[in-house]
Structure formats: structure tokens, C-alpha cells
């Protein structure tokens, strides 16, 4: 179970670490100290109904398949996890991205939320991410080790953009720097190989 709750997490949170619109939202909202805990909250739960909607929707959907098509699901996320995590290996060797942050004027609540809600719903790798490769692993488990996985998945977000929202200040300085970024990518990669060596073993293609 725990194996479960840790894997969850562990891959919820190497997906959504990466530096994009929605994160740089989060980051300059910290900075500014603009309505940092709703902004958090909002995209803590997205994610977390996203995940859910994923598990639930493909468990449901594939119900009677999963132990037919078990492998194929598993060889399938095995390498797109692979595809990923070489990405970012990639860039741990070559990005030389930096973090710029622009404080903008300050906005009412409403504005703020619905410029986030447009954020995280209109970028297609939000779904791509939570409900179809996160629902997809989520297959290898079942009964209450899948609840768990996607209760681990959901831990991360909620981890994630509080600690971005509140340690933003404190984050902005180091994150300036491309080798601050090479050894997050680092990171992520080997997650995500590790992920996806378990998965390929599940399925059958190791």
C-alpha cells in the first residue's frame, strides 16, 4: 500500500514540476503576495479532480479489458514515461533556462481565478498528464491501492503548489540559475525512468 501511495506521489509530482504558464503564474502570485492561498488551492484541486476523473473514468471504461490489455496499457505508459524522462535528461545536460519573473498590478479575486482557471483547463497536457497517463498507471493497481495511488498523485499537487505559492520568494532566487534547472530535470528523469522500468516489468516487456 504504501509502494502505491509513494509511487502516486512520487509520479504526480515529477509531471507538474515543470516551469510553464500555470507554475509562473503560481510563482509571480507568491512574489507579489496576490491572493497566494486561493491561487494554491484552485490549482491543487484542479489536479486532484483531474486525477480522480482519470482513475475512476479509464478503470470504468476499461474495466473489462484491463486484464487483456494489461500489458499493452503498461508497455505503452512505460514509454511514454521513457519519452519523458529522456527530455528532461536532456535538458539536465543542455537547458540553459532561467526563471524571470514579472510582478504584475495587483487583480480582484474573480480575475485572478479566472485567469488560472484558463491556465490549467486550456493547456492539453493537463489531461494528457493527469486523467490519461496518471489514469493509465493507475491500472497496475487495484482495490484500495488504487485510491491510494491516486490519493499520492493528488498529495503532490496540493504539496506542490502550496510550497511553489509560499516559498516562491524564497524559490525565485535559486531557480534563476540553469543549473538549479539541470538538477531538477535530473531528478524528474530518473523518477520517471525508475516509473517506467516498474511499469514495463508489470507488463510483461522485461
Request: charged letters at 10%.
Amino acid at each position: 500500500m504504501v509502494t502505491a501511495l509513494l509511487t502516486g506521489f512520487l509520479l504526480g509530482l515529477s509531471l507538474i514540476v515543470a516551469i510553464g504558464a500555470q507554475n509562473t503564474f503560481v510563482l509571480r502570485q507568491g512574489i507579489g503576495g496576490q491572493h497566494v492561498f486561493y491561487v494554491a488551492l484552485f490549482c491543487a484541486v484542479s489536479d486532484a479532480l483531474l486525477i480522480s476523473a482519470g482513475v475512476v473514468g479509464i478503470s470504468f471504461f476499461l474495466n473489462s479489458f484491463i486484464g487483456e490489455i494489461s500489458h499493452v496499457l503498461f508497455g505503452l505508459s512505460a514509454l511514454w514515461l521513457t519519452g519523458y524522462g529522456i527530455i528532461r535528461l536532456r535538458s539536465a545536460f543542455k537547458s540553459e533556462i532561467s526563471l524571470k519573473i514579472e510582478i504584475s498590478k495587483s487583480k480582484n479575486l474573480v480575475s485572478t481565478l479566472s485567469t488560472i482557471a484558463v491556465l490549467t483547463f486550456a493547456n492539453p497536457h493537463v489531461y494528457l498528464d493527469t486523467m490519461v497517463l496518471i489514469g493509465t498507471i493507475s491500472q497496475q493497481f487495484y482495490g484500495v491501492e488504487k485510491f491510494l495511488f491516486a490519493l499520492g498523485a493528488s498529495i503532490a499537487s496540493f504539496v506542490f503548489f502550496f510550497s511553489l505559492a509560499y516559498g516562491a520568494k524564497l524559490l525565485t532566487p535559486i531557480m534563476q540559475h540553469a543549473i538549479a534547472w539541470r538538477v531538477l530535470d535530473f531528478l524528474i528523469a530518473v523518477i520517471m525512468i525508475v516509473i517506467s522500468i516498474q511499469l514495463a516489468s508489470k507488463g510483461g516487456w522485461l
